[in-house]
């Protein structure tokens, strides 16, 4: 491909994740003219104090949470596509959104239990991304401990399957037992949000993604070689020990992070690498995942903008839209199953 050709497969998704911004930034419950939007970043000529603070302190760290979220679970899903050669995998299938889960589940539904403990923990604000991030990373040390060992990829698949499996069984013990109270904070956790988070959280999100980011970038020979089989990665004297840990960890960074403060995102990390394919005709990582990073952070900016209904005060869960957009493709997946690069 040539070097025009790349800067034409980039040029029209950084245009459209621009637009995709500002009409994010726009819309809502309070629209926005775009020009005000323009004139808070470049020029003080006029400020309605209203509007500024709801485009600096809500929407604007609530744009970047998306274009995080959308970018790094797209590439995370491309990830775990390649390394499994399975094109219905994705960045939860090594069971790092379950662990999230447990942790957030014994926080709120196992309150009861822990009495006055459990009422303290919950009035933190931090509480719900501390206890995700706990239960993810847990679940994090449990799969790159078994990659660490493992050479064979579908082991690895079938492991975390099983942690999901296990964490998702303690996690319905305890709702059986919970209170109706905490039963319905959990399930509002695990529709999603992106909407909550302050700007300390959005930097800490950010570097972790950044991190996660580069870790992927490392795997990327490795990466390349895996799409014409392990026998063939070998040969070009590839370590497959070595590849599946980087994967495994720039997957469980990108996916626990994004989970412990966004919750679990359905379809996005399923959904766009296989959009992406279809749209650049190539299967070349040095392309593939910069530009799922694009479309799966234009493709939630969209989701959110729909999700926050713009002109009206009710927001629906971003997991609703984001299912209803990835539910259909996987459904397309399927039906052309013989035509995929795996």
Known sequence: ???????????????????????????????????????????????NETWHYILMDYRLPKTITAILVGGGLSVSGLLMQTLFRNPLAGPFVLGISSGASLGVAFLVLGSGVLGGLGATLLSGPWAMVIASATGSFLVLLAVISA???????????????????????????????????????????????????????????????????????????????????????????????????????????????????????????????????????????????????LWGSIIMLLCDTVAQIPFSSMTLPINAITSILGAPVVIWILLRRKNLLF
């Open 147 to 293: 990659a660490s060992k493992i050479k064979d990829a579908m082991a690895l698949l079938i492991i975390g399957l099983m942690f999901g499996s296990l964490t998702g069984a303690i996690v319905s013990v305890l709702s059986y037992f919970s209170r109706a109270e905490a039963l319905q904070q959990f399930v509002f956790w695990s529709f999603g949000g992106l909407g909550h988070l302050t700007w300390t959280g959005v930097i800490i999100l950010l570097v972790s993604v950044i991190i996660g980011l580069v870790v992927t970038i490392a795997s990327l020979k490795s990466m390349n070689a895996l799409l014409l089989g392990p026998q063939y990665a070998q040969s070009l004297g590839i370590s497959l020990r070595k590849s599946t840990f980087l994967m495994v960890l720039a997957t469980s960074i990108l996916a626990g992070s994004i989970t412990a403060f966004a919750g679990p995102i359905a379809f996005i990390g399923l959904a766009v690498p296989h959009l992406v394919r279809q749209i650049i005709g190539s299967s070349d990582h040095k392309i593939m995942v910069p530009s799922s990073f």
């Open 1 to 47: 491909m040539s070097r025009k050709e790349i800067k034409g497969l980039f040029f029209w998704p950084i245009l459209l994740l621009a637009l995709s911004v500002v009409l994010n930034l726009s819309l809502g419950s309070v629209y926005i003219p775009t020009e005000y939007i323009f004139t808070a970043f470049f020029s003080d000529t006029y400020i």
